[in-house]
């Protein structure tokens, strides 16, 4: 049975850090694109991150670029996602996911989410 688990949310203040990691079993993602998307109370689904699994790309939204960093292990079996000078507008369930090979909103795999909520 394929299962993608995330872990490393939880409540912080606007400012701080914290680095969710997705760790997979059952399967083997040595191809796989990894992505992270994030959907906030009352909003869509959002893609917010992505490493490619065709060259290692890395692809990020304009809502987090340059505050978060998305990393995978050598087996591309677990991913992170480094969450820098968190705002309380990043306040959402993070999910991870695998789709083959390219970065897309096709997904193959999801994690069940983790919460995230940036608040004084």
């Known amino acids: 049975q394929v299962q993608l688990v995330e872990s490393g949310g939880g409540l912080v203040q606007p400012g701080a850090s914290l680095r969710p990691s997705c760790a997979a079993s059952?399967?083997?993602?040595?191809?796989?694109?990894r992505s992270w998307f994030r959907q906030a109370p009352g909003k869509k689904r959002e893609a917010i991150s992505c490493i490619s699994g065709a060259d290692g790309s890395l692809y990020y939204a304009d809502s987090v670029k340059g505050r978060f960093t998305i990393s995978r292990d050598s087996h591309n079996n677990t991913v992170y996602l480094q969450m820098n000078s968190l705002k309380p507008e990043d306040t959402a369930v993070y999910y991870c996911s695998a789709s083959y090979f390219y970065c897309s909103d096709t997904v193959d795999y999801w994690g069940q989410g983790t919460q995230v909520t940036v608040s004084s």
């Open positions: 059952g399967v083997t993602l040595g191809s796989y694109a």
